[in-house]
């Protein structure tokens, strides 16, 4: 059993900063790719930014420039910092990881956060 717990949302304003934690706990051998999505109401999910565990990092077009993707290997956890936020931002946001449980069982899967509010206003 994996868990994904995120932290950091809130509500500000245009123009302020928010830093998103996802800390991944449990059976966990190795995690490979972790990335963050976000889902605002009447619209699909969609991808925000990924990092897998060596590094290489892909972003959405919207957050270019504005968002950095990071993670930390040693404590299974990867963070989001976000600034110069837009309303258009507002949404919920989950965080997904990818994990190898054992070394055994090499069989990786994915899990998912149960997502932290970032609401901004104008």
């Known amino acids: 059993q994996v868990q994904l717990l995120e932290s950091g949302g809130g509500l500000v304003q245009a123009g302020g900063s928010l830093r998103l934690s996802c800390a991944a706990s449990g059976t966990i051998f190795r995690v490979n790719i972790m990335g963050w999505y976000r889902q605002a109401p009447r619209k699909q999910r969609e991808l925000v930014a990924t990092i897998s565990s060596r590094g290489n990092i892909n972003y959405v077009d919207s957050v270019k420039g504005r968002f950095t993707i990071s993670r930390d290997n040693a404590k299974n956890t990867v963070y989001l910092q976000m600034n110069s936020l837009k309303p258009e931002d507002t949404a919920l946001y989950y965080c997904?990881?990818?994990?190898?449980?054992?070394?055994?069982?090499?069989?990786?899967?994915?899990?998912w956060g149960q997502g932290t509010q970032v609401t901004v206003s104008s």
């Open positions: 997904k990881a990818q994990v190898v449980r054992t070394a055994y069982d090499t069989r990786p899967y994915d899990y």
